[in-house]
């Protein structure tokens, strides 16, 4: 089973698709922003240009499977400022893109449970308000604990 889901451009809606390649064009434009961005990405208000050039970078790490780069990018995301009203912010996340996209990875986690008894404990990394751990609570079997962080 493949649980990277966003790996083509056309995996994510139409609005970040335009911001990622406007990023990647800058990106080409001004190298010298790019190494900036790339070694404090949500550290800095870096402007629009330099957010478009963040999205350019988040996408080119994705599509190499960076996971390093991606692992400090959000490290460094959940440890600064940025994120501290990020969950009334995007209060609609659940709706219009875990139940739209990756609600369909419950029924992949419960056939995993299911054939695989060493599968036990679903752990939610990032959990937030919760709403995924609940979802998952309530349309998977075969799990016998979840625990979020």
Same mark, same amino acid.
């Given at each position: 089973?493949? +649980?990277?889901?966003?790996?083509?451009?056309?995996? +994510?809606?139409?609005?970040?698709?335009? #911001?990622?390649?406007?990023?990647?064009? %800058?990106?080409?434009?001004?190298?010298?922003?790019?190494?900036?961005?790339?070694?404090?990405?949500?550290?800095?208000?870096?402007?629009?240009?330099?957010?478009?050039?963040?999205? $350019?970078?988040?996408? #080119?790490?994705?599509?190499? /499977?960076?996971?390093?780069?991606?692992?400090? *990018?959000? &490290?460094? *995301?959940?440890? &600064?400022?940025?994120?501290?009203?990020?969950?009334?912010? +995007?209060?609609? #996340?659940?709706?219009? !893109?875990?139940?739209?996209?990756?609600? /369909?990875?419950?029924?992949?986690?419960?056939?995993?449970? #299911?054939?695989?008894?060493?599968?036990?404990?679903?752990?939610?990394? $990032?959990?937030?308000?919760?709403?995924?751990?609940?979802? *998952?609570?309530?349309?998977? /079997?075969?799990? /016998?604990? %979840? !625990?979020?962080?």
């Amino acid at each position: 089973m493949d +649980f990277n889901i966003k790996r083509r451009l056309t995996d +994510f809606p139409l609005s970040r698709q335009l #911001r990622i390649l406007i990023g990647t064009l %800058l990106m080409r434009v001004h190298p010298e922003k790019v190494r900036q961005v790339d070694a404090a990405p949500h550290s800095e208000d870096w402007g629009a240009a330099g957010k478009l050039i963040r999205n $350019g970078l988040y996408y #080119r790490a994705l599509r190499s /499977r960076d996971f390093d780069t991606l692992g400090r *990018y959000l &490290a460094e *995301y959940w440890s &600064a400022d940025a994120n501290c009203d990020f969950h009334e912010l +995007f209060a609609e #996340r659940f709706d219009n !893109h875990f139940l739209l996209r990756d609600a /369909r990875l419950a029924g992949e986690v419960e056939k995993i449970a #299911r054939s695989t008894p060493c599968y036990q404990l679903l752990c939610e990394i $990032g959990c937030g308000n919760g709403l995924v751990l609940d979802y *998952y609570q309530q349309h998977i /079997r075969g799990v /016998r604990a %979840l !625990h979020g962080a």
